[in-house]
């Protein structure tokens, strides 16, 4: 693994327990039932990955841990305090430590870069115009956008957006980051510049990071520890360390995807095989690839 972050800093003190805990969670849009019995913890400092396939219900885990979608059952604590069961108003102090990076990075795009980090700023600080500049100007700085204040979104390249997103998303010095498909789109080099822009943040912040992507390099790159959510049997099927559960799961969906199905039948690499020995099919097998 790239991070040295199953290493938590040394100079901090012991962790007093997991900051998130999701409890025995069931999630649903009206009738329609996404997850079940879903319980996991996230501790203090580590990069967490929510996966699974298209549609099983990652993203909609993520907006029950940010506050936009009441749980069917269950629960969401943060550092052991009741989110779900806890006053509005507790809710709004818990909800100002997280920061979030919708799927898409959702910037406005009739505002500037600078407006758009500074959303959160003027809603939710007192701080003055010059002030918010100055703060705008370091966290854009913090995701290598230095002086790209004054750009509109659409003027930027897709890696450059994500990083104006998350400008925002760092915004009010979160100690919780939630990331929903951070480098979907982006060519391989600026999704890896991504993830290490992440464990970057990770540290400058000293803050947790909870990302959801079904990137198998960002997985094995940069997360600690990972949940699988499977879309067929509607709740969670392994939860660990990429590359343990890469190694140990006998379970076949878990499998299928953390090999992009390369474990699914011998049938493709027989073909190779023989491509091997046979230019005709050789290119056969180059085209497939
Ligand atoms: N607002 C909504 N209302 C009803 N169903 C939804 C809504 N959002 C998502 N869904 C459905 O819930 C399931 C999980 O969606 P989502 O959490 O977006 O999946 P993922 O992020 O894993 O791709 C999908 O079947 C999706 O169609
Ligand atoms: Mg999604």
Redesign the pocket.
Known sequence: MRSASSTLRTDEPPSGGPCITVWNLDMA?GD?L?QRDLNFTVQPGEVFIIM?R???????LLRHMVGLHPPARGDVLYDGESFWRSHPHSRARMLRHLGVLYQGGALWSSMTVAENVALPLRKFTELSAAEIRRVTALKLALVGLAGAEDYYPAELSGGMQRRAGLARAIALDPTILFLDEPSAGLDPVSARLLDDLILDLRDGLRATVVV?THELASIFGIGDRAVFLDAETHTMIAAGPPATLLKETANPAVRSFLTRGASEGADRSTRRATAAVDPEKANGAAREA
Do not use: A, E, R
């Not at 298209?54 to 909609?60: D, E, L």
């Open positions: 849009y329609v996404v699974g298209s549609g099983c219900g990652k993203s909609t959801v």
